[in-house]
C-alpha cells in the first residue's frame, strides 16, 4: 500500500505511477481523508494554473498579432505616403 508520503510525493512532482500503484493509488484515497483532501487541493491548483497560462499565452498571441497588424499599417502608409 502506498503510504501517505508516496502519495504526496506523487502528487507533488506529478511522475508516472507504477502498475502497482496505480492500483493502490484510489485505494489509499478511499480510505485515507486527509490525502484525499490533499489530492482534491492538487487537482484544483493544477487545474487553475492550467486556466492562468493558457489566458496568458491567448493574450500574448493577441497581444503579437495587434503588434503584426499595427507594424504592416505603418508599412502600408510608408509605401502609400
Given at each position: 500500500?502506498?503510504?501517505?508520503?508516496?502519495?504526496?510525493e506523487?502528487?507533488a512532482?506529478?511522475?508516472?505511477?507504477t502498475?502497482?500503484?496505480?492500483?493502490?493509488?484510489?485505494?489509499?484515497l478511499?480510505?485515507?481523508?486527509?490525502?484525499?483532501k490533499?489530492?482534491?487541493q492538487?487537482?484544483?491548483?493544477?487545474?487553475s494554473?492550467?486556466k492562468?497560462?493558457?489566458?496568458?499565452?491567448?493574450k500574448?498571441?493577441e497581444?503579437?498579432?495587434?503588434?503584426?497588424?499595427?507594424?504592416?499599417?505603418?508599412?502600408?502608409?510608408?509605401?502609400i505616403?
Amino acid at each position: 500500500m502506498l503510504s501517505c508520503k508516496e502519495l504526496y510525493e506523487h502528487l507533488a512532482s506529478g511522475k508516472e505511477l507504477t502498475r502497482i500503484q496505480k492500483l493502490q493509488y484510489p485505494m489509499h484515497l478511499f480510505m485515507c481523508h486527509n490525502c484525499k483532501k490533499i489530492a482534491s487541493q492538487f487537482k484544483t491548483i493544477n487545474s487553475s494554473f492550467k486556466k492562468v497560462v493558457t489566458k496568458r499565452m491567448e493574450k500574448a498571441s493577441e497581444d503579437k498579432i495587434s503588434e503584426l497588424e499595427k507594424s504592416v499599417w505603418e508599412e502600408v502608409e510608408r509605401k502609400i505616403s
